[in-house]
């Protein structure tokens, strides 16, 4: 069975845990065109919060050209604000897009996570 073009894609979901030391931000669906302004707009208000901001990928079954800009438009905003953005527990997909866009050297020392 396929699934239906015109079907509305997966919501992306968003857990926030804070701590003193960070705020990690569990993530959880799609990171796309469509829900990629709703991690910045989670993010954004929270990095004069924080010194660490921590993206976790786990559940994160699809990320399109959108979502990885997305994930460097956070890293510039929090560099900006001399804060640290970590992205762990990325799948192997994730992983090669960051490698053929060059963009695991941007994000290279906030990676947590081995094969980089």
Excluded at 36 to 46: D, M, T
Excluded at 55 to 79: E, F, P, R
Excluded at 82 to 111: A, P, Y
Aim: aromatic share 4%.
């Amino acid at each position: 069975m396929t699934q239906d073009a015109t079907a509305p894609a997966q919501e992306l979901k968003i857990e926030i845990l804070k701590s003193p030391e960070e705020i990690v931000f569990v993530c959880t669906g799609r990171i796309t065109a469509a829900t990629s302004p709703q991690l910045k707009s989670a993010v954004h208000p929270l990095i004069p919060e924080t010194k660490r901001i921590v993206v976790d990928l786990t559940g994160v079954n699809y990320i399109d050209s959108s979502g990885i800009g997305g994930l460097v438009s956070l890293w510039v905003s929090t560099k900006k604000a001399g804060c640290q953005l970590k992205l762990i527990n990325l799948s192997e997909r994730i992983k090669e897009l960051l490698r053929v866009t060059n963009l695991s050297k941007v994000f290279e020392g906030d990676m947590e996570y081995l094969g980089m």
